[in-house]
């Protein structure tokens, strides 16, 4: 279970700040953006504490693929399979949390 005091993220997974769940098993956890940028937003985030995707996808591919995985389940029960599955990282990019997640968009035509 992630352990960072300082992380909003681990501080959701460990309930001390609410979201609103989309999904969870023993790897992961999906819940609604509270800024969505589409009519579906879902963030999905690793358990464990791990910085950015580059980090996760050699520290633990399996759990990335997982990610992947999930964020098709997702867009299969809200949007006809269509989505847009984005990582941000650094912070020159917009990673504003540095607790690795995948944004999950769908539910609408997304322009570039």
């Not at 990335?64 to 269509?82: N, T």
């Amino acid at each position: 279970m992630c352990l960072q005091d300082d992380c909003i993220f681990c501080k959701i997974l460990e309930k001390k700040i609410p979201s609103t769940p989309v999904y969870e098993d023993n790897l992961v956890y999906a819940f609604n953006d509270i800024n969505p940028k589409a009519a579906i937003h879902v963030l999905i985030i690793p358990k464990k504490h791990i910085q950015n995707v580059t980090e996760l996808s050699h520290n633990d591919p399996q759990t990335l693929l997982h990610i992947i995985d999930v964020a098709q389940q997702i867009a299969d029960k809200e949007f006809h399979g269509s989505y847009r599955l984005i990582f941000n990282t650094g912070k020159e990019v917009g990673q504003s949390v540095f607790h690795v997640h995948a944004h999950v968009l769908t539910g609408e035509y997304l322009s570039e």
